[in-house]
């Protein structure tokens, strides 16, 4: 535990950035952080540092028999990870549909995951509604929702203030209670992105959880196959920093008993 999700209505927005950048911080804190990508686009391994032509992955391989374990990867982070996997569309649709009539395929070994008391999984999610985040949902301890300060972001802000974008029931209810909203690529100098984030904080109060800005250093350090959080004077670095503290201390989660950082690997 605990399990913390990053979502959104909207792709493009900095989703894997975000969840990349602080499964990093919290695993350089000395936490013990396994980070599962659930999007076909299999790109959490890009931003943590693991090699292309690695196309195996957990949620590719769900329903095989082959155990999670298995497909766990070690990052120059410290980070411990599960790609998704590359796979082809047919197989694609063929996860979601397993995952509609048997989410327990998924929800199983999450659980199984959770059960180390000290461990910290990051989830990275395909844009949108989806099958697998869907199944995770009523287990996240914080569903990280991240959007852009633009106009195309600005009319999702009362999809995620109401929990619509979470779905319905009591379940959706309760995930909406662990809910926060990151809005990213801020420009301060910028009348719409300040627009957006007024709008956001009127929507959402303290449910805005963080605020990051727009800076060419973080798409720069991708293609450079690093991470802003390792760019010295990188602004969006700093507001990442922020983040990750501020989910700790939303979670109420203690520092490591240790100050190194460790893999959930075993040799
Ligand atoms: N704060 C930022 N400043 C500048 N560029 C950013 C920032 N955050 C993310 N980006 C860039 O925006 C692009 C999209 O980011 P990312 O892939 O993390 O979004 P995503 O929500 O995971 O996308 P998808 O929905 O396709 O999974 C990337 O090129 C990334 O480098
Ligand atoms: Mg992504």
């Not at 028999?65 to 998704?84: C, F, I, N, Q």
């Not at 929800?107 to 995770?136: K, Q, Y």
């Amino acid at each position: 535990m605990p399990l913390i999700g990053f979502t959104s209505p909207k792709g493009g927005v900095g989703k894997t950035t975000l969840a990349a950048n602080v499964a990093a911080l919290l695993a350089a804190r000395g936490h013990e952080v396994l980070a599962l990508d659930l999007d076909p686009q299999n790109a959490l391994q890009i931003h943590l540092g693991r090699p292309l032509r690695d196309e195996d992955g957990f949620m590719a391989g769900l329903g095989s028999g082959a155990g999670w374990r298995e497909s766990l990867r070690r990052t120059p982070y410290g980070v411990s990870l599960l790609p998704h996997g590359a796979e082809e569309p047919r197989r694609v649709l063929g996860i979601s549909h397993l995952l509609m009539e048997r989410p327990e395929t998924l929800v199983d070994p999450v659980r199984e995951m959770l059960a180390d008391p000290d461990r910290i999984i990051i989830l990275d999610s395909a844009p949108g509604p989806s099958p697998a985040m869907s199944a995770l949902l009523p287990m996240l301890d914080l569903c990280v929702m991240v959007l852009l300060a633009d106009g195309g972001s600005a009319s999702l802000i009362s999809q995620v203030s109401s929990g619509h974008f979470l779905g319905r029931g009591t379940l959706a209810a309760r995930a909406l209670e662990r809910s926060l909203l990151v809005l990213n690529q801020v420009d301060l100098g910028s009348p719409l992105s300040e627009a957006v984030l007024g709008c956001a904080q009127a929507a959402l109060g303290g449910r805005l959880a963080g605020v990051v800005a727009h800076d060419n250093a973080v798409s720069e350090a991708l293609a450079d196959r690093r991470l802003p959080v390792e760019v010295p004077g990188s602004r969006a670095a700093d507001d990442l920093a922020l983040l990750a503290e501020t989910l700790l201390a939303r979670l109420g989660w203690p520092a490591p008993k240790a100050a190194t950082s460790q893999s959930v690997l075993t040799d």
